[in-house]
């Protein structure tokens, strides 16, 4: 079974929806329980499972809030999706280590998402832009 761009794009809507409510049971109810969850540059590295990839969301959601994502372009394959993203909302904690003072930030996302014959994220792969990030949020260099 093949999932056409339009069940590709409402099952990554969803996806980013549970995230902009913060919503760690929702955003986990959208992967697989087999996902590979992958934020490149992650500390811990890539986590398998629904649960391994609980820590992350449960320290994004404290680290950044008021979550929107727009979607710029996305590309499609028989099983899986490309997806540029821009990220707008605030940092009240310290998203990738840096101080966010509840600052304003912003900065560009881009998702390569594999999705199961159920209709599942199977692997979902995220590489953020943290340059942006870093001249958005300095730090005091003493």
Excluded: C, K
Aim: charged share 25%; hydrophobic share 35%.
């Amino acid at each position: 079974m093949t999932l056409s761009p339009q069940e590709m794009n409402r099952l990554i809507d969803e996806h980013f929806g549970h995230e902009a409510a913060d919503d760690v049971e929702g955003v986990l109810a959208t992967l697989s329980p087999e996902v590979v969850h992958d934020v490149v540059g992650w500390p811990t590295g890539p986590s398998r499972g629904r649960e391994g990839a609980r820590p992350f969301y449960q320290a994004l959601f404290q680290d950044l809030s008021e979550s929107r994502v727009e979607p710029v372009r996305r590309l499609y394959g028989p099983d899986f999706l490309v997806d540029e993203s821009i990220w707008r909302g605030r940092a009240p904690g310290r998203p990738f280590g840096l101080e966010g003072g509840d600052r304003p930030l912003e900065f560009r996302l881009l998702h390569v998402i594999e999705f199961t014959q159920g209709g599942q994220i199977g692997r979902e792969n995220v590489w953020v832009d943290l340059a942006a990030i870093q001249a958005q949020l300095p730090q005091n260099r003493t």
